[in-house]
């Protein structure tokens, strides 16, 4: 058991810390106006592209630097300690860009990847819709295929994050209806800027406008903007979802929920640091954002060794959003409704988990998940299997009405 | 970075799992409830197997493993409620090595058991106290007293004491002595209370010679965490068992013509303990590493693991009985054994509630300083 870099490692770790001694300076600063954030990041990742430290983990050839997922945590790690952030467009980066490559042809690699890298192109993930989020494989975005070869697209998405600022999409579309609903699908690249694509902001509980919803209206798309094959729709999301998970398990602990965060802010009230109450959550939640730490470097070693996780990587997930949930809580019942102020940091952390609780899997899809797939227990009876899409449909309206 | 188990880390599981599957240990723990008696002596299996010098280093006659080593054993013997008396003696073991104790040796090969009178470090919020359990109440008793190589003093609700031969004793300034346990002066009372696996005693020492070791506060202060870590790590082996019998039995119970595992409430209570032993186990990793290469943070580890770990088998327990449904709650079944198990061991060596309370402290002294 070795949590210590070996000889290798260190001199990575040595060759991003002096990257950032030189260049630390560069990053977008803390508090800039709010049109100005997105230039910034753009203009960061760009920057962090030339010096190689954007896309670690991509092949060489596309780019990337065909290195491991730990030398990605020691960017993490040094970049979180020198207070500067990573890349905009995790999304593309960590999600999309891994499709494409798993799924995509060679001409949309060699178009694609690029851009994405250097943030010339930021993508945005376009699968949700309003009546198909956990149950993903209902999207009735419907692409039609034309004489010349070309689609027709109309539809609508939402909860899309980045779409505001994104020159692409990857999107989910519904090819056939007359077979069962995860075979009649089909994943399709999307230019944002196409005729007919309307981007509406949504804002959240903070106020704050971060993903969006999308229409399509008789998009026109080319006959090659289609990955991974016509009516295979599902597996490439699979992909995704796959690349999501890992995105999100291992980087938990970058969303910048450490328990010395929480304490900090108790610790400035001596009262409350001598309250047994206040001691007790403090001391559980620690523990559990704690064992996050942990949990992320097992998945690392794992990963390291050459094993993909499992949907267990999930439970992080859920420990780390009802943790955090907590710890902010419990700041926020110390520091009275002063904490509530809508500039301040644990304000935003209380308006943004409960979507979090959503975002990439719901909890109880990943409990369904998890229960099912690791622990082998009986699925639910589903009464969707082998029914055509359009039928399905039907007896949804024929049931509500 | 490597946190997967090596070669002899599984080699050394997988012969204890073997060496205490031999012994009925659960239906053995429903039996010593009744009678005392038929608490099955697993220390020469212990002493067979090396585990009574896992922590001595090899200078000292033991194996020089490291901690998680140990815990990877105590998760073993907490999986099949294995009264293995490792609790006691590894901490003390740990105390005794590192102190240069004459007769390490013995303590080594297990031919001498130990036990550990652990006292709670200073810290926490009722001062700067070494201090130990009650034997009742909620307020926690004076550690004991040396006077030169002179020790007096009351220690309840020490694991492993009864049958011990050294007693390592920590005093209220943080020092420790070895205590032969045979010497006039030394009474050691047995008690056993609602879990029958699990040996206490109720130690009183009146001016008895020990021989003072050279150890430091902060050393002795770990020989707590330790015994924190492995109390954590029988709990963890405990959650598997419970999950896995509860799991078993999910996939076979039907009602309304499904199995009951097919149920959200019952699949997400299951997934719930899949979820509580994946973060105590990633805290029992946290402790291992700690202990060897990052020793200022074992403190908060250790407490973390055991904070975590005790609520983990708490809902893990109840849990195992609700999936079972009426069977779960009677004597006949194993759930109950289980069940008695956590009910002890949340409330010994400081109980589940202070550890927790360590990890706020551990954490605020962490952001203070
Ligand atoms: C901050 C944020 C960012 C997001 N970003 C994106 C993005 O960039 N791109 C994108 O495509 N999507 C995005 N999403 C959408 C997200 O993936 C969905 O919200 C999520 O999958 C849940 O789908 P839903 O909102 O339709 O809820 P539903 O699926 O309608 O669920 C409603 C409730 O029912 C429960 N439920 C549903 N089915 C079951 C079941 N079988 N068993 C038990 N309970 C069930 C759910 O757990 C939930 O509590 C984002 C969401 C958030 C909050």
């Given amino acids: 058991m070795d949590l210590n870099d070996t000889p290798e490692q260190a001199a990575y770790r040595e060759r991003v810390r002096g990257w950032l001694a030189e260049h630390a300076s560069e990053a977008p600063r803390e508090n800039l106006p709010e049109e100005e954030v997105v230039p910034a990041r753009r203009a960061w990742q760009r920057r962090l592209a030339e010096a190689g430290l954007a896309a670690v983990t991509w092949p060489k050839e596309f780019g990337g630097q065909g290195l491991g997922p730990i030398e990605q945590v020691i960017i993490g790690q040094e ?24 799924h995509g042809s060679d001409e949309q690699k060699s178009r694609y990847l690029g851009p994405m890298l250097h943030a010339d192109e930021v993508w945005c993930q376009l699968f949700s819709e309003p009546a198909a989020g956990s149950d993903l494989a209902a999207v009735q975005a419907r692409a039609r295929q034309q004489d010349d070869g070309s689609w027709r697209l109309s539809g609508q998405k939402v909860w899309t994050t980045n779409a505001q600022f994104s020159a692409y999409g990857l999107l989910l579309a519904r090819t056939d209806a007359d077979v069962p609903k995860h075979k009649g699908l089909t994943m399709f690249i999307v230019p944002m800027d196409a005729e007919g694509v309307t981007i509406r902001g949504l804002r959240q509980i903070s106020g704050e406008a971060e993903f969006n919803e999308v229409f399509f209206d008789d998009v ?6 289609t990955v991974g094959g016509v009516g295979a729709g599902w597996g490439t999301a699979l992909t995704t979802l796959m690349f999501e998970r890992l995105t999100i ?24 640091a001598h309250d047994r109450e206040v001691r007790r959550r403090l001391g559980e939640v620690g523990s559990e954002l704690l064992s996050i730490r942990f949990a992320g ?20 997930k859920i420990t780390t959003v009802a943790a955090a949930i907590e710890a902010a809580d419990l700041v926020t019942d110390v520091l009275g409704p002063d904490a509530l102020s809508e500039d301040d940091q644990f304000a935003y952390i209380t308006s943004f988990l409960p979507g979090l609780k959503s975002a990439g899997g719901t909890e109880e899809i990943l409990r369904n998940t998890i229960g099912e797939r690791v622990l082998g227990l009986p699925p639910e009876p589903r009464l969707d299997k082998g029914i055509p899409f359009s039928e399905l449909r039907a007896r949804e309206r024929e049931a509500i009405s | 970075m490597n946190l997967e188990l090596s070669d002899e880390q599984e080699f050394l599981r997988d012969a204890a799992r073997d060496a205490l599957g031999r012994v009925k240990t659960v239906d053995a723990a429903r039996e010593a409830l009744e009678d005392p008696a038929q608490r099955p002596d697993l220390w020469p299996t212990a002493c067979e197997a090396g585990w009574a010098g896992l922590l001595v280093g090899e200078e000292g006659g033991g194996a020089g493993l ?5 815990m990877l054993v105590a998760m073993e013997a907490g999986r099949v409620l294995a009264g293995v008396e490792l609790l006691g003696h590894l901490p003390a073991s740990a105390l005794l090595d590192a102190g240069q104790y004459g007769g390490l040796s013995a303590v080594a090969e297990g031919t001498r058991r130990a036990a550990l009178l652990a006292a709670r470090p200073p810290g926490g919020l009722d001062g700067d106290a070494w201090t130990v359990e009650p ?8 550690a004991p007293r040396a006077e030169g190589d002179r020790v007096s003093g009351t220690v309840t609700w020490v694991p492993d004491a009864p049958g011990a031969d050294v007693l390592v004793v920590v005093t209220g300034d943080g020092t420790a002595l070895a205590v032969d346990a045979g010497q006039e002066g030394v009474s050691v009372e047995p008690v056993m209370r609602y879990d029958a696996t699990r040996s206490l005693g109720h130690v009183t020492l009146d001016a008895v010679h020990g021989e003072t070791l050279q150890v430091t506060p902060e050393q002795v202060s770990h020989a707590w965490y330790l015994a924190q870590v492995l109390l954590a790590a029988e709990a963890v082996g405990t959650v598997e068992r419970c999950l896995t019998d509860a799991v078993a039995y999910a996939k076979e119970r039907f009602t309304f013509g499904r199995a009951i595992g097919s149920y959200q409430a019952v699949k997400h209570a299951l997934v719930e303990v899949l979820r509580r032993r994946e973060n105590a186990y990633s805290l029992l990793v946290y402790a291992g590493w700690s202990y060897e290469d990052r020793r200022d943070e074992f403190p908060l580890a250790a407490s973390a693991a055991r904070s975590s770990a005790g609520r983990a088998l708490d809902f893990a327990t109840r849990e195992l009985i609700s999936v079972h449904g009426g069977i779960g709650a009677t004597w006949e079944h194993d759930a109950p054994l289980f069940f008695r198990r956590a009910q002890l061991s949340r409330r010994l060596l400081g109980g589940a509630g202070e550890a927790t309370d360590r990890v706020a402290g551990e954490l605020l002294a962490r952001v203070a300083a």
Wanted: net charge negative; no cysteine.
């Fill in chain 1, 79 to 102: 970049f979180s300690d020198a207070g500067v952030p990573g890349i905009l467009d995790v999304i593309g980066v960590g999600m999309l860009g891994p499709t494409i490559m798993a």
């Fill in chain 1, 220 to 225: 026109r798309l080319d006959p090659d903007a």
């Fill in chain 1, 249 to 272: 398990g291992s980087g938990v602990e970058g969303l910048g929920y450490r328990p010395e965060r929480f304490a900090e802010a108790i610790a400035s009230d001596p009262h409350a």
């Fill in chain 1, 297 to 316: 470097y097992r998945l690392l070693s794992q990963l390291q060794s050459g094993s993909i996780p499992g949907p267990e990587a999930g439970l992080a």
């Fill in chain 2, 66 to 70: 490291g901690a998680f080593d140990a």
């Fill in chain 2, 135 to 142: 034997r009742s109440g909620s307020r926690r008793a004076d």
